[in-house]
């Protein structure tokens, strides 16, 4: 259903093609705040306001030549979907979705978009439906007022590349340790089992069952960017760490760039490779609920050094 209403989507977009007049901006957020907090205990998911952060905010918005009218906005912004917790049992698009909403109700137009590179940073703002409309104006707010100082993009040629990247993979633990887990398992009642219990039952009976799919030693991305004048959109398949995103701002110094992460594919976390060092839930645990093995720590800057290898190189 969802892969039909994507294709919908763009055949409707591809049937209303417009000339543009098109805006960038950017300002600051914020909203989010990172979430590793070191302890004596290593590290663990709770807000640690010392961290590293991204408060960037951009926006791309595109107006009818000559009319005013606005056609669509675009911002970007890092912070994971996530004011409404683990006890939500509503579909939702959370802040990102309701900031939408009040874009499109006020300024007309379709607004988009782009999560940033929010593997290590949640919204600092937590609760329910009200918090979450709390957080939607936060960044409402950063996005009208990045917008006030936006820029006209004079001549917005066009250009992209794609580059296919080969990340390590690090090796799954022997056949003899995840049935060992197996029995660990086993021995408790089924109503004390805890959700990594039944993540570990599933993931391990997978890996056993398809030994050669989780015995690899590398995976293939996609990596590259859009070019549209001075404003640049750069992509990722996956939860990159904020440092990363913050890295890529760094290679393209006076640019307006989005950094858009989860796009073309989610390969799960990308952290940086100090983050393998400390270690916590996005390094040890989360990556089996994405497939079959996690990166390695030299992911981060094989990453880097594909977006520093092509500073202007057009598709």
């Not at 593997?119 to 600092?124: A, C, Q, T």
């Not at 069952?209 to 293939?220: G, N």
Request: glycine share 12%; with cysteine; proline share 6%.
């Amino acid at each position: 259903m969802m892969l039909r209403e994507a294709v919908r989507c763009v055949r409707e977009a591809a049937g209303r093609l417009q000339e543009c007049e098109t805006l960038v901006a950017s300002g600051s957020c914020d909203l989010n705040v990172n979430r590793r907090r070191p302890g004596g205990s290593g590290i663990t998911l709770a807000a640690n306001p010392e961290g590293p952060r991204d408060p960037e905010v951009t926006v791309l918005q595109a107006s009818k030549r000559g009319g005013g009218e606005i056609i669509s906005t675009i911002f970007n912004y890092a912070c994971h979907a996530v004011t409404l917790g683990g006890e939500n049992r509503l579909v939702t698009g959370d802040w990102p979705g309701e900031v939408c909403r009040r874009l499109e109700a006020r300024s007309g137009g379709v607004a988009l978009f782009l999560q940033g590179c929010s593997g290590d940073l949640n919204p600092r703002i937590r609760g329910g439906l009200c918090e979450m409309e709390q957080a939607a104006a936060v960044v409402e707010r950063s996005v009208r007022d990045a917008l006030a100082g936006a820029e006209r993009i004079e001549e917005p040629q066009i250009s992209a590349w794609l580059e296919r990247v080969h990340l390590p993979l690090m090796p799954n633990p022997p056949d003899a340790e995840i049935a060992a887990r197996f029995r660990e398992i086993g021995s408790k009642p089924t109503e004390d089992r805890d959700f990594a219990d039944i993540r570990d039952l599933e993931w391990g009976a997978d890996v056993l069952a398809h030994p050669e799919q989780a015995r690899q030693s590398e995976m293939v991305i996609e990596v590259g960017e859009l070019k549209l004048g001075e404003a640049t959109i750069a992509w990722l398949p996956g939860e990159a760490f904020c440092e990363i995103g913050l890295a890529l701002r760094r290679l393209r110094p006076g640019k307006r760039l989005l950094v858009a992460g989860y796009t073309n594919g989610n390969i799960g976390y990308i952290p940086t490779g100090k983050a393998f060092q400390e270690g916590g839930y996005e390094v040890t645990d989360a990556w089996r609920y994405y497939g079959y093995q996690m990166i390695g720590p030299e992911s981060e800057r094989l990453l880097l050094e594909a977006f520093a290898a092509h500073p202007r190189s057009p598709i």
